[in-house]
């Protein structure tokens, strides 16, 4: 996560989704690529398991 906003520069925490002042989006592209490639693989054992 980044820790200033890209279209405010205000501060964000690390667990912030949006930004509290604009409600821009605080993840980007790489973040939810990185996201998806670690939950599709445990999601699919889960899956398997069941």
Do not use: F, Q
């Not at 890209?6 to 409600?23: A, F, I, S």
């Amino acid at each position: 996560m980044i820790k200033h906003c890209r279209e405010c520069k205000g501060v964000l925490r690390v667990w912030e989704m949006k930004c509290p002042y604009c409600h821009h989006s605080a993840m980007s592209w790489l973040h939810i690529i990185a996201i998806a490639i670690l939950v599709v693989p445990v999601m699919v054992y889960m899956l398997k398991h069941i």
